[in-house]
Structure formats: structure tokens, C-alpha cells
């Protein structure tokens, strides 16, 4: 029982107009031109010559065509068709009216999908976070991943910098902790105001820095001189990988340093540097490699670089952890 109109249910359509022929029993069921079929003979009213004929008697149903019981002639007029639809076929829903749950299980398949599902949508313009999650077939079942789990697996992560603009004293990069075991400092173009001196580092070790207890050995090679130069010191202030670093503002040291067993308190700090040098003395070029160490167990925290003498012009100073 309905209190006011009772729901209508059902896909109900008007047939296009049929043209009789005469001696003809068959005809074609179109909507706008498009063939229809009707559930059965018993959802379809139609009418000729102003008779309603009586469905599965007067006419049957045949995919999607109308079959009349006898043959029409060249006078006869089909007044209209009108199918009823099924009781259980809604026609076009309403919008917004399809609900996850109408919708069966693998219904949806790619051939529904249009072309721009993906393109169409806001490109992610920074890489992705490790939470954002990846749809991935497994072996067929649709699965979703974090970023976190696919993205490459960098050797170097950025850890501290330092870009030098004007003259400072000391650069100091922190962060050294026990998530690498292995830090590498990258040195770029960085210049000294004052000339032959020496660029060394200290490290922080139980929030002080150490400034004593260092041993160190530097291999100097001049290109233009022809000879290697070797600068070996024990128990100095800091760590020194270049030696008889030009001044003047001059390009002059680039390189890295490696720093291994930062965190670690049974084994002392160390350091293996390759530093390429320029213009001093005008002897042209230089390369230098050292290695050095402080002499205790204690993790280091982070590290500072210095000259000897003067400031630090200007350059760029990096702190990456190796994986």
C-alpha cells in the first residue's frame, strides 16, 4: 500500500513507427532507430487497427522482433508498440543513485575504463612520500604497496650542508648518528683567504669538540713538481687532508672525505680524504690523499672543518650517510 503515487518500476519505451507490408507477418522492434528486445510477448501492448492485440495469440515475440499471428496487409495500421520493460529492469538509473553494493564482483573490467584515467588526473609534481601507496598485480590479485618499499635504494642521503657566501672561521655539520655507520663529506670548490694553509677537521664527541689526541698522514703529489710529498703527525689538534692549500681567493679544494665508525664506541673514528688542489704557489696542480683517526672510542656526533690560518672564503660543504 502507497500513500500518494505508487512507484513506477520498469524500462518502458515507445516503439518506432511500423510500416506495414502487405503479406508480411514479421517486423523489426527499434527506439530511435535502435533495436529493442522485449522481455516477452506478455510485456508488450500493441495495437492495430485501433484492437489491442492479446500478447502469445494475436502476436509473439521473437528477439527483437514482432511476430503477429497472421499476415498484415497494405491497409492495416499498427497503432503503436509499447514495451513494458521487466519489473526488475530500472532503465537509466537516477544519478547518484548506483551504490558500491549494486555493483557485482568483477563487473567493472578494463574495457569500461577510458584511456585517461591515469593522464587526466593531478600529476605528482615531488617525489612520492613513503606512505603514498602503488596498485601491483601479485601473481593476479590486485594489491597495493607504500613508495617506501619500491623506491631505489640511494647510497647517499643528505644529511647537514653548508653553503659559504662570506668569510667564517669554521663550518661545523651535524647529524652523525647511528643510522650509518659510514658518513662522507663532500667539499666543492671551497677557497682560502689566507695562503699555504692547511684544511683540517675535528669532530664532536659527547657534545664537545676535540681538539687534541689526532693522528694523521698526507700523501702530496704535484703534478707539475713530479714528486710526492708524505706529512705524517701524531696527537695533533685536527685531522689534516690538505696541505699547503693555496690562498688568495683562488679555487682550491675539492674532493671527499670519508668518515667511517662515527657512531661506533668500540673502534676509534677515521677518515680516508681525496682532495685535488689548484694554483699553488703557481706549481699548477696538486692531489692529496690522507687518512687519519682520533685516538678514542667515544661516537662522533659531527664534524668541523677549519684552515689552519684565515677563513673560509666561500664553497659548499656536504654530509651524507652511506648506506
Not at 527483437?64 to 496487409?73: D, R
Not at 593531478?122 to 601507496?133: F, G, I, R, Y
Not at 663529506?185 to 681538539?211: C, H, K, P
Not at 713538481?225 to 690562498?247: K, L, M, Q, R, W
Request: glycine share 8%; net charge negative; with cysteine.
Amino acid at each position: 500500500m502507497y500513500i500518494g503515487k505508487q512507484p513506477t518500476i520498469g524500462n518502458f519505451q515507445v516503439c518506432d513507427a511500423i510500416s506495414t507490408v502487405n503479406g508480411q507477418a514479421t517486423y523489426n522492434l527499434t527506439v530511435n532507430s535502435v533495436a529493442v528486445t522485449p522481455e516477452t510477448a506478455n510485456h508488450v501492448l500493441c495495437s492495430v487497427n485501433g484492437i489491442l492485440q492479446k500478447p502469445g495469440s494475436s502476436f509473439t515475440i521473437v528477439n527483437s522482433t514482432i511476430v503477429f499471428s497472421a499476415n498484415l496487409v497494405t491497409n492495416d495500421v499498427v497503432d503503436f508498440v509499447h514495451i513494458l520493460g521487466s519489473v526488475l529492469d530500472l532503465g537509466v538509473p537516477s544519478d547518484d543513485t548506483v551504490t558500491a553494493a549494486k555493483i557485482s564482483a568483477n563487473a567493472v573490467t578494463g574495457a569500461k575504463l577510458n584511456t585517461d584515467v591515469i593522464s587526466a588526473q593531478t600529476a605528482l609534481a615531488t617525489e612520492p612520500a613513503d606512505t603514498d601507496e602503488f596498485l601491483v598485480s601479485d601473481a593476479g590479485v590486485l594489491k597495493r604497496i607504500d613508495y617506501s618499499l619500491i623506491k631505489g635504494g640511494g647510497t647517499h642521503a643528505l644529511v647537514a650542508s653548508s653553503t659559504i657566501t662570506s668569510n667564517t672561521s669554521i663550518v661545523t655539520l651535524s647529524g652523525m648518528d647511528s643510522t650509518y655507520n659510514t658518513y662522507m663529506v663532500e667539499l666543492e670548490n671551497i677557497v682560502a683567504t689566507s695562503d699555504n694553509v692547511q684544511m683540517g677537521l675535528r669532530f664532536t664527541q659527547g657534545g664537545s669538540v676535540i681538539d687534541s689526541n689526532y693522528q694523521w698522514q698526507v700523501h702530496r703529489a704535484g703534478i707539475a713538481e713530479g714528486v710526492i710529498n708524505v706529512h705524517v703527525h701524531g696527537d695533533t689538534s685536527n685531522i689534516v687532508f690538505a696541505h699547503g692549500v693555496a690562498g688568495n681567493n683562488d679555487p682550491s679544494v675539492n674532493g671527499r672525505i670519508f668518515i667511517y665508525n662515527a657512531p661506533n664506541t668500540s673502534m676509534h673514528t677515521s677518515i680516508v680524504a681525496s682532495i685535488s688542489l689548484q694554483h699553488r704557489d703557481n706549481h699548477d696542480h696538486q692531489l692529496h690523499h690522507s687518512h687519519g683517526e682520533i685516538q678514542n672510542n667515544t661516537a662522533s656526533t659531527a664534524v668541523s672543518l677549519r684552515f689552519s690560518g684565515g677563513n673560509i672564503g666561500s664553497g659548499v660543504l656536504k654530509l651524507y650517510g652511506i648506506t
